[in-house]
């Protein structure tokens, strides 16, 4: 049974930071290209950034382009994500995705929902002004 739990959400300040964090269960995160969305009421889920199957390489989201970094422990069989500068715009619910199939990210397609077979339950990060 594969299960993703996300944690480190919650309310800050515009300007802030947080660090979303996605244990995984059941599941590898070695071998399978993994990724965090989010989506805001009344909006369509979209991609914020993905991380290769080995880790090596890193994709983000043209909005969050150098304030966001992706990444994996390995060890812990965990998935992270560090927001820096946060906008009030990016509150959203927050998810973590696994792909299904062993191999590198689509660098075409790593922000399309319909890559990721396996998904958290989600996390909401409030920005305030």
């Known amino acids: 049974h594969v299960q993703l739990v996300e944690s480190g959400g919650g309310s800050v300040q515009a300007g802030g930071s947080l660090r979303l964090s996605c244990a995984a269960s059941g599941y590898t995160i070695s071998g399978y290209c993994w990724a965090w969305f989010r989506q805001a009421l009344g909006k369509e889920r979209g991609g914020v950034a993905a991380i290769d199957s080995d880790g090596s390489t890193s994709y983000v989201a043209d909005s969050v382009e150098g304030r966001v970094t992706i990444s994996k422990d390995l060890a812990k069989n965990s998935l992270y994500l560090q927001m820096n500068i946060l906008k009030p715009e990016e509150s959203a619910m927050y998810y973590c995705?696994?792909?299904?199939?062993?191999?590198?990210?689509?660098?075409?397609?790593?922000?399309?929902?319909?890559?990721?077979?396996?998904w958290g339950q989600g996390n909401q990060v409030t920005v305030s002004t």
């Open positions: 995705a696994a792909d299904a199939a062993l191999g590198p990210c689509w660098r075409g397609g790593w922000s399309w929902s319909r890559e990721y077979k396996y």
